[in-house]
């Protein structure tokens, strides 16, 4: 993941708008104040509210 595009990317839900951060692991970005987890398929950020999973409260936030 491209250190440079992910500074651009922010939450994509209104009044949310907060920088993700990137979980190599699970291959996701995570917006940490919603713990809503945006999957990256194929190397592409799917932003979008409805691809968007809850974290469970067993995972971790990635630091920043
Ligand atoms: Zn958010």
New binding site residues.
Partial sequence: MDKQLLDIL????PG???K?RYSQERMELI????R?AYPIRDGIPALQIEDAREMVPEEDVPPA
């Fill in positions: 922010a939450c994509p839900r949310c708008k907060t993700l917006c940490p104040g919603e809503l």
